[in-house]
């Protein structure tokens, strides 16, 4: 398909007006001022319309759709203990297909094409990726309470290994199995060790959370003389490439270790805020020179999937944190949001619109209200644009949602089956 | 019109379902569980959609759309300076007229019927105002910078007298005229005083930045001993019904001074966020039985006016404030948002649904993917969802907006006139 006088946000995430744009199977074999001789066949006309990379969440839980706005109002101890893990525990593998698939379709309808995933039933989860043509790097989180056990024990590593057998690679590589570990306080430092190796012989990625809260921070250096940070370093994970989320309460070594070992920080400001955690030290993460990805975390804390509502609260609270409004430019934003994720994922074809790149990309009907006039267009995607504002969101160079349809999700049959499960739950408990 | 099987937020800011509420002119006289015998006419249906009080802006610039995304990324001096007041010097009445009707346009779109507001070409904001069938309390903002004036001679006092002597009620009690003053440190005590007595004798309500940043609350304090709420206290401002914008920097005896006087504390949360002014303590207000209300500010510090998405926010800075997730219900979000702005107003009869309330109300459909399930509809409305969710704007009885039709805006004019005033002024600048 060709993309015809469209502005679009190039690879130096710089406006330029009236470009041509030509996707050629998933690829971007095309862009420039003039219209191409080729005959790609689909024209798609851009007057009043932006063309920009797709967005990659860095971090989410998509099947909590099924939570979405359950437990709010409690400190995080009485949410998790006494909302959040009970309705988990009911979860089967169809609610969670059911519950992806939704998330997806929210994903997909404000813009995002891929993202960062820590949650359980992962099969259910690369079907629901696989049939709706999203990306996903997936893991199952691991978590083990039992200080006797070894990795080969473990059913979050034997699922992990599984999914990776099977599924890694899948869908022209819009699949990624990650190996992913919950957190310090899920796990010991010998299973860690030994799940960071098996990442390391594989070559996968890494994802884990990563300082989200100061009690889980300092609980981490009582009991390991170690930061979060330092103790995972220790333990060898950060050999693999790896995505830490949330990294609130990062220390100035901290930071020098994400820099030396190549860790995207995945920030939630959103999440960060709801459950009251702080605010991530952006400006900082930048001045090291560390990957900068953006996230919504899953929706039971922020309680959307929304990339351009985050992209905002991304800017907005660097300005407040060190009182300074020029920090956070919003072309940094649209970066984050957009290469910062897929640079996460492991994804180096992806992220920018240029030749040879993977046709990932957000079309936005900038010829609206609340849109105009344009002294800046980057500051009124980020700053006035709303994720409802994506008219065209386009994968590996197939169309997954355009103008008000989704390509290759029975939306209504989402949401019917997410509900009837969610009631279940409910009816279980 | 007959709304039919609706979910309410009724009086008590409580969810209750399958409601019918009948509209008479522009007021509601039925609400209830049956199905009124009373032939409405019109029938609204409401299956999979919600019927909740519409918003009232509680501190605007609306005319500054023309200016939205100018001067982004400065700090706060050179932004004014540099960008805001150079531009502004170039506005016309018939650009101010054009500014304010898109966002007025902007906001019927997000479901808020009404704003405070504060800005110049007074006359052709009303303009505006009657024609849309939106509704305000306008003032012009008090300056002075000569100490030798009196409040007779100067253009802003003048104005507000033309204003109010020929405004005033205008519409069915649609317009109110204010009298504003900018803020402490763009005026003298003299002049202040003066208006304020002004303004008690006429029983209006009076408006004021207030605190927003902390050189302005500081040098304040230094030049007068006092703090800027005490300072406007003893001008005898607070005799009269007024709402302070931002109140970022209230110290203990403010908030006692506010409580006492009744001042409603307009809070701008994102604006405060991207001018770097601080975040307000909302937490405070309440527990001291303050009236809080939302406001979105002018477009070049938001850079939009949603009053929705502007909840999300009111709530969510106060549990990263006070790092604590309980601060803030979704309820408290959603009376601040409307009863609070409409009692900010001084209009007793709007803010929330009941017999004998004037027909303020916002419909939102709520059969979207990214609100769907429901575990807490009020969860849904301040976290999950977004301005362009609104399905329909009715103020006094009157639809402003339907599923995606402006009933009383010209919006492509609208679009068209604002954007060719921004061009000239910057081709003047």
Redesign the interface.
């Known amino acids: 398909m060709l993309f015809k006088n469209f502005t679009v946000i190039d690879e130096n995430f710089e406006i330029k007006e009236n470009m041509c744009v030509g996707v050629e199977g998933s690829t971007i074999d095309y862009i420039g001022n003039k219209e191409p001789e080729k005959n790609y066949g689909e024209i798609i006309e851009g007057r009043g319309r932006l063309l920009m990379p797709a967005f990659y969440n860095a971090h989410a839980h998509t099947p909590m ?12 101890n009485d ?1 998790l203990t006494k909302k959040i893990f009970p309705f988990e525990a009911h979860l089967t593998g169809e609610d969670v297909y059911w519950g992806t698939l ?1 998330g997806i ?2 994903m997909v ?2 813009g995002t094409v891929s993202a960062t995933d820590m949650y359980m039933h992962g099969e259910k989860m690369v079907e629901a990726v696989m049939e709706s043509g999203f990306k996903t790097n997936l893991g199952v989180g691991l978590v083990c309470f039992d200080r006797t056990k070894r990795l080969k024990d473990l059913d979050d590593y034997k699922n992990s290994k599984y999914l990776y057998e099977n599924y890694h690679g899948a869908g022209g590589g819009r699949v990624k199995i990650d190996m992913s570990v919950h957190g310090e306080y899920t796990s010991f430092p010998g299973v860690v060790e030994e799940f960071a190796d098996y990442s390391r012989s594989l070559g996968t990625n890494m994802h884990v959370h990563l300082s989200e809260t100061y009690k889980e921070h300092e609980e981490c250096k009582a009991r390991h003389g170690k930061t979060p940070a330092a103790y995972f370093n220790n333990l060898g994970m950060f050999d693999s490439p790896t995505t830490a989320a949330h990294c609130v309460w990062l220390e100035e070594e901290d930071f020098d270790i994400f820099a030396e070992k190549g860790v995207t920080a995945a920030t939630c400001p ?1 999440s ?8 991530c030290d952006v400006k900082k993460l930048y001045e090291k020179g560390i990957n900068v990805a953006v996230a919504t975390d899953g ?1 039971a804390s ?5 990339m351009i ?1 985050e992209m905002k ?1 991304f800017a ?2 660097q ?2 944190k ?6 956070i ?2 072309r940094q934003a649209v970066e984050a949001a957009s290469l910062g994720g897929a640079r996460a994922q492991g994804r180096k074809d992806c992220g920018v619109i240029k030749k040879g790149a993977k046709a990932d990309l957000t079309v936005i009907n900038t ?1 609206l ?2 849109l ?5 267009l980057l ?2 995607i980020v ?2 644009a ?4 994506v008219d065209m969101t386009v994968c590996d160079g197939k169309i997954l949602y355009s103008g008000g349809e989704y390509y290759t999700i029975d ?1 209504e049959k ?2 019917y089956e ?2 009837k499960s ?2 279940r739950i409910l009816s279980e408990l």
Do not use: C, Q
């Open positions: 759709t099924l939570l979405r706005g359950y437990g709010g109002g409690l400190n995080l949410w939704l379709a929210e309808r404000t959103v960060n805020l709801k459950l009251a955690s702080g605010i929706t922020n309680n959307n999937l929304d509502e609260f907005l609270m300005k407040v060190h009182m300074d409004p020029t920090v430019s919003p010829n209200p609340h105009r006039p344009v002294h800046s500051d009124n700053y006035s709303k994720g409802g504002d939306i989402a949401v997410t509900e969610a009631r």
